[in-house]
């Protein structure tokens, strides 16, 4: 019987392939939006900032912009992205205004989840003007008419090679998804409510520590806060994001010194950043946070802040924006990672018990999307059990739990990490067609029963399951065992 590790390099060989699908078709899209826009440049005036929006939607549409119906995406993107680079323009012009308009409408970007699928998905098209103003060193447009313009124009052209080349490189087969059971609407005013006192610090100490480059400690805060979804999650995104940007700013402001005169390489050596991120995020953030860095780091570069003299000032502002972005995440109405991951691992169990019942193409797309969803909630969890798993190795303290034994928090938590871990990889390598029904059977009556215990209600004892030579199955019995393991139970009432 084939040990539930040896599935890990299957698992993660899907996911580099579906990373690089997703990733080539994302930057083709920007691309496709960058030559267009330099074709439209003079009629512009400077069109460095119209440049960088477009390439910023275009490429993040794939993610923001899926599931979005055509004729909104159309008028809705344009309208948004032209009242954010209005409150661009007023930040330029009133700073504290500005500022403070711009923390209101990251709440609302937030703040929207709550309101259902139509309202989150407009609160996500805000997230990509709110991104593009900081990462931009220019405003779009020279003037107020030019700033409107420009936005609507960088922004049609984005969509429209956006839907040119999805068209061409086709992901999965996209299906109307129903959405899961959304968190109570509280955890989303909570993440709002982070989300704007990490700005408005990043803000403060940005303009009063850094005046002349206070956008780094904005951006750094804005990045580990909008997609948060728990207090680990903040942390991890955190330490990811400086542990990229590290490297990425160290490396990169060494290449934009000699590139400032030299726009074509610039560009080139950008969208060469790109492209390696984009492939590269869905596998690990801290890449993505690399990539974004360095991009940042040559693009500045062309306005002649290059060199290592600006490495120590953006090392220290990017670890000031994500300590902005942590404190609020552990002192201001906390969410606790596990009682995220449990919600979105109840979703996935619900999801694969749906497939097993009845296999088809429609479970397995739904299937596919809640473990995404379980993927990046548990994201510090796994994190942290492999970085305790690594330290046991090193110490040399490796641990065996004893069933009925050792049930500390700590050996809980691993329990149910590996359990999702392993949950995860069979999912990927599951063809519940041909999967025998007794199988299936055993499985769903052991979903039931996981599904139980998630809820603290009386749960039955757990099934046998013949998983013969088949290592998915093997996984997966394996992944829901460790998952109840990591539970706490409530005794079974008699009768």
Known sequence: MESPSLSMPTDLLQRVRRASRDGLRSFLAAAGTFGTLVLLSPWAGEPLGVYVL???????LDRV???QERAVLLVALPVVTAGVAAVGGLMRAEPP????????????????????????????????PLLAMFVSPVPVGDSARGTLVWSVVACLVAVAWHWGVSALVRGERAAAVPPPPPASGSSHTK???????????????????????????????????????????????????????????????????????????????????????LVLRQIDYAYWSFAVTSMLAVLYGLLGQAGPEFLAERLVEILLGTACGIVPAFLVLPIRTEAVVRR????????????????????????????EGLRTA?????????????????????????PGLDASPRRARGELAEGVRGLLAGMERLDAGATPAPARAALRRNIGTVRLTLARRPAPDLVPVQAGQDPALTDLDAALRAVHAGLPAVPETPG
């Open 378 to 402: 548990a994201e510090p969890l796994l994190a942290r059990h492999r970085l305790s798993r690594l330290l046991a190795r090193r110490t040399g303290r490796i641990f065996t739990r004893r």
């Open 191 to 277: 993440l709002a409510l982070q989300a704007a006192i990490a700005l408005g610090l990043a803000f403060t100490a940005g303009h009063l520590l850094f005046p002349a480059h206070w956008s780094w400690t904005v951006v750094t805060a804005l990045v580990v806060t909008i997609g948060a979804r728990s207090r680990g999650h903040v942390l991890h995104k955190g330490v990811q994001r400086f542990g990229g940007a590290l490297v990425g700013a160290v490396s990169a402001t060494l290449i934009a010194g000699p590139l400032h005169d030299h726009p074509v390489a610039s560009a080139v050596v950008i969208f060469a950043y790109l492209l390696a991120g």
């Open 54 to 60: 477009g390439v910023v939607v275009a490429f993040s």
């Open 65 to 67: 912009g899926k599931g």
């Open 97 to 128: 205004l500005g500022s403070a308009l711009f923390v209101g409408l990251v709440f609302l970007s937030v703040h929207l989840r709550r309101y259902g699928p139509r309202a989150s998905a407009a609160g996500r098209l805000m997230t990509l």
């Open 344 to 371: 979105n691992l109840a979703h996935t169990l619900h999801a694969l018990g749906d497939l097993l019942r009845e296999p088809g193409a429609e479970h397995e797309q739904v299937l596919h999307q809640r473990a």
